[in-house]
């Protein structure tokens, strides 16, 4: 267990906690956190890419010109790929894009995203983010506060904080997401990730 500074809104150290080193404190696997990433990348895609082969454009039923005699090439249908108006060669069909990786690898990749970032000293621990009511300019004020404005920052919290999710979300370089979201590309796609204790426990209950 290691000891890790909880900051306030104000951005004044408020408390300490200890941070469980099956989670916050193992070498990271890159190679894991790697094939994690591009599996979630390629599971987004939608795969939906198509263009139309000689067979599905219109047109094309009869040879443009007889076979011998022309001195030009021969030539059997105007929708061949050569053609202007032809179809495509080769061209993209729809597919699935999706790729597959085991439950211990998604959780190895987490604890070592995880882990980095508390190497890194990109990790902010707050005692809390409620929100009476929706307010960027408070969530913008609290970024100042924490010493992340200005950095791509993801920041997770309860799924039912809704004031807080609605405070950050116009704000440029900033992702806000509920505990249940939390993902490997979420994680580390940030220069600061800002997290409750609250939040950090469950984190901490699902991965150990």
Same mark, same amino acid.
């Given at each position: 267990?290691?000891?890790?500074?909880?900051?306030?809104?104000?951005?004044?150290?408020?408390?300490?906690?200890?941070?469980?080193?099956? !989670?916050?404190?193992?070498?990271?696997?890159?190679?894991?956190?790697?094939?994690?990433?591009?599996?979630?990348?390629?599971?987004?895609?939608?795969?939906?890419?198509?263009?139309?082969? &000689?067979?599905?454009?219109?047109?094309?039923?009869?040879?443009?010109?007889?076979?011998?005699?022309?001195?030009?090439?021969?030539?059997?249908?105007? &929708?061949?790929?050569?053609?202007?108006?032809?179809?495509?060669?080769?061209?993209?069909?729809?597919?699935?894009?999706?790729?597959? !990786?085991?439950?211990?690898?998604?959780? !190895?990749?987490?604890?070592?995203?995880?882990?980095?970032?508390?190497?890194?000293?990109?990790?902010?621990? !707050?005692?809390?983010?409620?929100?009476?009511?929706?307010?960027?300019?408070?969530?913008?004020?609290?970024?100042?506060?924490?010493?992340?404005?200005?950095? &791509?920052?993801?920041?997770?919290?309860?799924?039912?904080?809704?004031?807080?999710?609605?405070?950050? &979300?116009?704000?440029?370089?900033?992702?806000?997401?509920?505990?249940?979201?939390?993902?490997?590309?979420?994680?580390?796609?940030?220069?600061?990730?800002?997290?409750?204790?609250?939040?950090?426990?469950?984190?901490?209950?699902?991965?150990?």
């Amino acid at each position: 267990m290691s000891k890790y500074a909880i900051k306030n809104v104000e951005g004044a150290q408020v408390a300490e906690t200890e941070l469980a080193d099956s !989670v916050f404190g193992i070498e990271p696997n890159i190679s894991c956190i790697h094939q994690v990433v591009v599996c979630q990348d390629a599971c987004k895609r939608q795969g939906t890419h198509s263009t139309k082969n &000689r067979h599905d454009v219109s047109g094309g039923g009869a040879k443009p010109y007889r076979q011998k005699g022309t001195g030009r090439a021969r030539q059997g249908s105007i &929708r061949a790929g050569q053609w202007t108006g032809g179809g495509v060669i080769f061209g993209p069909t729809p597919h699935s894009h999706a790729k597959r !990786v085991n439950h211990k690898m998604v959780k !190895v990749a987490m604890r070592g995203v995880l882990s980095g970032k508390v190497a890194d000293g990109e990790l902010v621990l !707050v005692d809390s983010l409620d929100f009476e009511k929706p307010s960027t300019k408070q969530a913008v004020a609290v970024l100042n506060a924490l010493g992340v404005a200005g950095k &791509r920052v993801t920041v997770v919290v309860d799924d039912e904080a809704v004031n807080a999710y609605l405070s950050f &979300r116009n704000i440029e370089k900033v992702t806000i997401i509920g505990v249940s979201e939390a993902n490997t590309r979420y994680l580390i796609d940030n220069g600061a990730l800002v997290m409750t204790t609250d939040v950090c426990k469950k984190l901490e209950e699902v991965l150990a």
